[in-house]
């Protein structure tokens, strides 16, 4: 006896869209990353029998024959993870937004899923960037800079390769949620560079934005600790397409933040850290901040090593 049809667009539905195994990830550096789904059914023995996937700029253009990045057409697979995306390069910075159909064991197709999205990178070598290393020769310095801008920008991306653990800030307002970012690794072989989209944190006028450096768990390969640094690079595009970056240079204003490491920090020794609430700054990321007593940052030597998208779910 064969099973009754339920209405499909009810009673399958396409859901949990990831890229590269992540939901709606910024700042990954994988080119032609794997795409995957799970379909949802109210019936026992529907399958997927085809699927189309659609990539573009913009929302908006997540239909046939408008998609400006990649569609698929219909293909014939009961696949569902690891889908290459096979569209046109994708530039660094621009979201790219999919969704993905599929056709069930009766060749009915399903509403599209509601769209996904990631963004790419691709500073992977010192000569991909413009930013320079800077640091202020303490073990958790806080830097700063403001910039002037005719408007806010359309689009907005910062880039943040660390060594040692690190906040941001623009305009005073701490960017992310992430505690102990980037996660461990050993700088002389690779370091990590995390993505964020700062559209709306900007603003007409005068911005601010600050790094507070930690040392973390930067170590080399003989578990020696390296001095806290940070290049990070501020990509914004304004509504009429008009491109600037700014980024970590001898410009930038440096100064021992109210924090400091004690101790020997090595394996089975942790150390230590003082906290001087009496030099407590609570607005040195703010636009109004006077920094003029402040140091200029020092410009850091280092190696040419591989930089590396965080692969890891951001909130």
């Known amino acids: ?70 569609d698929s057409g219909k293909i014939a697979s009961d696949e569902s993870q690891h889908i290459r995306y096979q569209g046109k390069a994708l530039k660094r910075g621009v979201r790219c937004h999919w969704t993905v159909r599929i056709w069930d064991e009766a060749d009915v197709a399903t509403e599209w899923a509601a769209p996904a999205s990631w963004t790419f990178f691709d500073m992977t070598r010192d000569r991909d960037w413009q930013a320079k290393w800077i640091t202020d020769n303490s073990s958790s310095p806080w830097l ?22 690190f906040q941001l800030f623009i305009n005073g307002t701490r960017v992310g949620e992430d505690e102990f970012a980037p996660h461990v690794g050993q700088y002389d072989k690779r370091t990590f560079c995390i993505t964020y989209d700062v559209t709306d944190c900007l603003r007409p006028g005068r911005n601010a934005i600050g790094i507070w450096l930690g040392s973390g768990w930067n170590k080399t390969g003989a578990g020696v600790s390296v001095e806290p640094c940070v290049r990070a690079q501020l990509e914004m595009v304004a509504a009429d397409g008009e491109a600037t970056t700014l980024i970590t240079d001898e410009t930038w204003r440096a100064h021992p933040s109210n924090r400091s490491y004690r101790g020997k920090w090595c394996w089975n020794q942790f150390g230590g850290e003082e906290h001087r609430g009496g030099e407590e700054l609570p ?8 920094d003029s007593g402040w140091a200029a940052a020092t410009l850091a030597e280092m190696p040419d090593t591989p930089v590396s998208a965080e692969m890891l779910q951001r909130s």
């Open 1 to 70: 006896m064969m099973t009754p049809h339920c209405d499909v667009t009810t009673a399958v539905a396409v859901v949990a869209l990831r890229t590269a195994g992540l939901v709606d990830p910024v700042g990954i550096d994988v080119a032609q990353p794997r795409l995957s789904w799970r379909m949802e059914s109210d019936w026992n023995g529907a399958a997927q029998s085809a699927y189309q996937v659609l990539c573009a700029t913009e929302p908006k253009l997540l239909r046939e024959g408008a998609a400006d990045l990649w």
């Open 283 to 290: 607005e040195w990321a703010d636009v109004e901040f006077d």
């Open 144 to 165: 700063r800079t403001t910039t002037e801008l005719k408007a806010a920008p359309a689009r907005a991306m910062i880039y943040v390769n660390p060594l040692g653990y």
